[in-house]
């Protein structure tokens, strides 16, 4: 049952190889624009990667990178096949090199729409990752004096500005943390003294956030002390108020700022596993009608090309077999070696 | 003698046409460089009018058109330089050729005059930067006036991307009121006490917008009361650098506009060098051909060269059809004018026909 049989003239295996040669060089660029795609997520994770806490989002941007580069060496393949493919001299010596190639460019496609898919699988441990993350950097912003920690500071600051957002969830994770340190606190007044005394830990919890929570958009001064106290401010109802600072939280803020870019790469990325695609259905079709003319004089009859000579899962068994065939035998052998040590 | 005189072989003009009509398209890119240059200060420029007193729209119109000029220029220089391997097609375009080369003479002495206006634009920009800040800090706390409302947001954003305070440094903040009456309870004794020790009834305080704040401080930021020593545990004002950003956002800007207009004035200068090249080696390539036409055999040898004559000559000659341009033809110079003559014998030579008169 063969799939995909088409009738092609010597005119149509022309056009097709001509048409082919053009499309692997689009495909080879499309390739190069998915290792360069995903070299640039990469180097986006890895800039707020303090906020990170593991690196599970990074096998997307490795994939990518993989597939990019098996996609160029796949369409040059392509290119080079197509190229020596309507002359029947050189055709024959790509006879053995076809069914490996075959079997990695299948793989390394279905890897490129794995990919795609892999950015929305993953989108979950980002917003875990993140949570973690962005907890322990507001937990240790005040350790401006601890070695491996004093940048936490400038870096929640910078991140609080850049994606215009306050805290994890939203600005109130701030007073559940002291963010000013010790070493800033006058232990000899009153007011401090109680309030380090009313907390459980001991901590100096204030109802107050640090000045990059303050949005530029807010047409009046900035209020980050004494945030739920409208007595404390003239003419400020905190409720009511919502442009003083960031409303979002810098979870959401960083989530969709990679989903919207894993989006736009996706949309790039699977056009570019289209254009692959038809690209090895085309140098089958090729291969095909080239092979159904070989060793006959008159090359420019009309030929059958087909896609698969036998079935999808019967092509899928004749290729995973030798594959499991490499792995049976090297259990049969030790079997073998021991029943000949049994009978010896 | 010629300026600069150089003999080509046939094969060496129509290299040389080549290679010109090559380096024509190469001007045709590089005048769409410059175009986009200038488009890009443009925008530079035009992002942060509400900045500037006055907005500087000489540099980026003149390297616009400049750009656009080039590619005109060339496209037609690069057509030109096709056709003179023939010389029957560079017939048609041989009475162009020397308007054409004086027209791109000029032109690359506009493109020197844009890359120096590049470096010379400094002076101008400062001055329209300080009384641009100075405004934009007076009208901060004006937001809910109709055409200011958004210097608070533009002065805030400023100051936090180039890391900057105020127009010289942050003590502006404290001669100008940038909290506005709004949000001033003037019940209270502090602020009434305030109002009534300035002059001017303004709400003058030490204090800082936030945007101040500097980023690499280890202390939580410190923007109101910031010369008080004792309204903070811990903090001498004049030893602490990192609170506050340090650096006036004059300086900041004028910075960053200077270094974008360094690397532009750079790449303009390049672009004039190469523009010269070209414009040197079409005059060469006009010069040879028109010799060989001179010459009669297409395929010989001819000279080409810059000036045919020296430069003073040229100079003098050129300066001649200029004195005479604005006069009228002649009397003595012209021949087909009948000068009555004064000699006697001319006289009688001449025969005096009569005009026949109709009955």
């Known amino acids: 049952m063969v799939v995909g049989k088409m009738k092609l ?27 360069a795609l995903g070299c640039f997520l990469k180097t986006e994770l890895r800039r707020r990667g303090e906020v990170m806490d593991n690196t599970d989002i990074h096998c997307v941007p490795n994939t990518l990178m993989i597939v990019g580069l098996a996609s160029m060496g ?6 080079r096949i197509c190229q020596d493919a309507l002359d029947p001299g050189r055709f024959p010596r790509w006879k053995t090199f076809l069914k490996p190639f075959y079997g990695c460019s299948v793989f390394f496609t279905t890897l490129m729409l794995i990919s795609v898919i892999l950015s929305y699988i993953m989108k979950g441990s980002l917003e875990t990752s993140l949570k973690i993350g962005l907890k322990n950097g507001i937990r240790f912003y005040k350790d ?27 600005y109130r994770d701030w007073f559940e943390v002291q963010w000013i340190s010790n070493r800033y606190l006058d232990f000899s007044s009153k007011e401090v003294k109680d309030r380090i005394k009313s907390n459980v830990d001991g901590r100096y919890l204030i109802d107050s956030v ?25 003419n400020y109802e905190h409720q009511t108020d919502e442009l003083n600072l960031f409303i979002h939280g810098c979870r959401e803020a960083l989530v969709n700022y990679y989903m919207g870019l894993m989006n736009a790469i996706g949309a790039v990325v699977l056009s570019v596993f289209l254009l692959q695609c038809s690209v090895l259905a085309s140098v089958r079709l090729l291969q095909t009608s080239m092979e159904a003319v070989a060793g006959q004089e008159n090359v420019e009859v009309d030929s059958e090309g087909y896609l698969l000579e036998k079935g999808v899962k019967e092509t899928f068994m004749e290729y995973v077999d030798p594959v499991l065939k490499l792995l049976w035998l090297n259990e049969v052998t030790p079997a073998e070696a021991k029943a000949e040590a049994g009978t010896s | 003698m010629a300026v600069l005189k150089v003999t080509f072989t046939k094969t060496n003009r129509d290299k040389l046409a080549q290679v010109l009509w090559v380096l024509n398209w190469v001007s045709v890119v590089t005048g769409v460089t ?53 010389t029957t097609k560079f017939l048609r375009w041989k009475l162009l050729m020397l308007p054409y080369i004086i027209c791109t003479f000029f032109f690359t002495f506009c493109i020197l005059v844009g890359a120096l206006m590049c470096y010379s634009m400094r002076n101008d920009l400062e001055e329209s930067l300080f009384l ?5 800090m007076r009208y901060y706390k004006d937001t809910d006036m109709p055409g200011r409302c958004y210097i608070k947001r533009t002065m805030d954003m400023l100051q936090m991307q180039f890391q900057c305070c105020g127009n010289e440094g942050y003590r502006d903040w404290f001669h100008i009121q940038w909290i506005s009456n709004r949000y001033l309870d003037m019940t209270d004794s502090g602020v009434a006490e305030r109002l009534r020790s300035n002059v001017e009834g303004k709400y003058l305080i030490d204090g800082v917008p936030f945007s101040c704040c500097g980023l690499h401080s280890p202390r939580p930021c410190i923007q109101h009361q910031i010369t008080n020593n004792s309204a903070h545990y811990n903090y001498e004002y004049q030893k602490e650098e990192l609170n506050l950003n340090r650096r006036g956002c004059r300086q900041a800007l004028l910075e960053h506009y200077t270094q974008i207009m360094q690397s532009i004035g750079l790449i303009v200068l390049i672009i004039w060098l190469f523009e010269v090249s070209v414009l040197t080696g079409v005059r060469y390539l006009q010069t040879a051909m028109e010799n060989v036409l001179r010459l009669g055999d297409p395929d ?15 100079a003098r000659y050129n300066f001649n059809i200029i004195k005479n341009l ?21 006289q009688e030579n001449v025969p005096v026909k009569q005009i026949p008169v109709a009955q």
């Open chain 1, 9 to 35: 003239t010597f005119q149509k295996r022309v056009k097709l190889a001509q048409g082919l040669w053009m499309l692997s060089w689009f495909a080879t660029l499309g390739g190069a624009v998915t290792f």
């Open chain 1, 74 to 79: 796949i369409n040059y393949f392509a290119s």
């Open chain 1, 144 to 170: 401006t004096d601890t070695p491996g920690r004093c940048f936490q500071k400038q870096t929640i600051d910078r991140l609080q500005m850049e994606f215009q957002c306050c805290g994890n969830s939203n």
């Open chain 1, 210 to 234: 640090p000045f990059s929570c303050c949005n530029p958009s807010s047409p009046r001064p900035c209020i980050q002390y004494r945030i739920t106290n409208n007595t404390a401010h003239y």
């Open chain 2, 34 to 86: 410059l175009f986009s240059l200038g488009l890009f200060l443009k925008v530079e420029i035009v992002k942060r009018r509400e900045l500037m007193s006055k907005e500087i729209v000489s540099v980026p119109n003149m390297l616009i058109f400049v750009g656009l000029t080039a590619c005109a220029i060339n496209f037609l220089g690069g057509k030109i330089c096709y056709d003179c391997v023939d």
């Open chain 2, 132 to 136: 641009g800040l100075r405004d934009a």
């Open chain 2, 300 to 314: 010989s040898e001819s000279d080409g060269w810059l000036l045919e004559n020296s430069i003073a000559d040229t």
């Open chain 2, 326 to 346: 604005g006069k009228c033809y002649q009397v003595d110079d012209d021949p087909n004018i009948d000068v009555p003559s004064t000699s006697q014998q001319a």
